[in-house]
């Protein structure tokens, strides 16, 4: 067992050991069936401009209209993206990617997801 010790001046650690922050997502607009995701947001840089942590949630669908940059790395389970042309791609624990701003289409939790993430806010 690695025992948490305190990072360098600069470094941050990504932990879950805290309480996350959880949201409700229940709009049907949005969504088809309410989901509850947890997120640990470990770094914001001083405009808030950045953010980074780790989020998961369980299956659901999620209409988006991204206007917002994000990379994911997913670390467990298995998402599908899907364009509003309908063309699709599927991402598994392992696999990285990016959503750049102007994406519009549906994210879909294909079963449970654990995802690092990182958000470049306009």
């Given amino acids: 067992m690695r025992h ?11 932990r879950t050991d ?5 949201t409700q997502v229940d709009d049907p607009a949005i969504v088809d069936a309410p989901y509850e995701a947890k997120s640990w947001r470990c ?3 001083a ?3 950045a953010i980074s942590g780790i989020w998961e949630a369980g299956p659901h669908l999620e209409r988006c209209n991204c ?3 994000e990379m ?10 899907t364009d509003r042309d ?8 392992g696999e990285s990617f ?19 993430f990182f958000i470049l806010n306009p």
């Fill in 4 to 14: 948490h010790q305190a990072s360098p001046a600069h470094v941050i650690a990504f």
């Fill in 18 to 22: 805290s309480d996350p922050r959880r």
């Fill in 43 to 45: 770094f914001a840089d």
């Fill in 47 to 49: 405009s808030g401009r």
């Fill in 67 to 69: 206007d917002y940059d």
């Fill in 72 to 81: 994911c790395h997913i670390l467990e389970g298995e998402v599908r993206l």
């Fill in 86 to 93: 309908g063309t699709a791609q599927t991402f598994g624990a």
């Fill in 98 to 116: 990016v959503v750049s701003a102007g994406f519009e289409g549906t994210w879909e939790n294909l079963t449970r997801v654990r995802k690092v």
